[in-house]
């Protein structure tokens, strides 16, 4: 698996990211949702480098003039609920391109800390032969991006995949980068330091989904 990470050079991505762990500024829940949209905008922007491109001629007022476009097809797919704003960040820019939905949780049978992942819901047209982006704002243990991986692609041949998350533990990359074809991309955002015993990510921002979308039961 092929890791870019994006804060290792300054943009503007440094900014949003301060105000997403800020618990003075993250309680605002529009603000929070903003600010994951727009890390969306940039990952979109610094994943359409890697796309393959093709010839086209243009016809302007004036004339013509050969350029470029996306050569495949774009298919943006969350992981719910957390993924949807970053998902809206990426259709602002990918905006030709279809989506797809997939649940991905934690599941704690005994009510303590040992947890299954538990994916029950999938909506997406076919992937085959596309340039399939996987959003999850949130890349812990790795292992919910993995079963969500696994559920998405059962049956299909993409043409290239490449996972979008916003915060990432070193374990969680090292479990991706172990568990996942060589040819995936992984576009992070930041890293941060560990996993602590309960597999949250340390410092981390907190729940992803209950700070854009209100606590759950």
């Known amino acids: 698996m092929q890791v870019h990470i994006l804060s290792e050079n300054n943009s503007i991505l440094k900014h949003f990211l ?5 618990v003075t500024v993250q309680k605002d829940s529009m603000r929070f949702r903003k600010n994951v ?5 940039i990952m979109a922007y610094e994943i359409s480098k890697s796309l393959p491109y093709a010839p086209h001629e243009v016809t302007t007022p ?11 097809g774009i298919l943006v797919t969350s992981v719910l609920r957390a993924g949807l704003a970053l998902h809206e960040g990426l259709i602002s ?8 939905f997939i649940s991905a949780f934690r599941h704690h049978p005994n009510n303590d800390d040992y947890f299954d992942i538990v994916t029950e819901y999938k909506a997406a047209p076919s992937l085959t032969d596309k340039t399939v982006i ?6 812990a243990t790795g292992l919910s991006l993995q079963a969500a991986c696994h559920k998405l692609l059962e049956n299909e041949s993409p043409a290239a995949v490449h996972i979008a998350v916003v915060i990432a533990a070193p374990e969680g ?3 991706l980068q172990n568990n996942l074809p060589d040819n995936f991309h992984l576009w992070i955002a930041d890293v941060d330091s560990h996993l602590n015993e309960k597999k ?3 410092p981390g921002l907190g729940d992803a989904g209950d700070l854009a979308y209100g606590v759950k039961l």
């Open 18 to 22: 301060c105000q997403l762990r800020d």
């Open 37 to 41: 949209h727009r890390i969306g905008e």
């Open 62 to 72: 004036l004339g013509t003039k050969k350029s470029e476009k996306i050569q495949q």
């Open 93 to 100: 820019f990918f905006d030709d391109a279809e989506n797809g």
């Open 134 to 139: 996987i959003a999850d704002p949130m890349l």
């Open 173 to 175: 990359i090292e479990f």
């Open 200 to 202: 949250y990510i340390v």
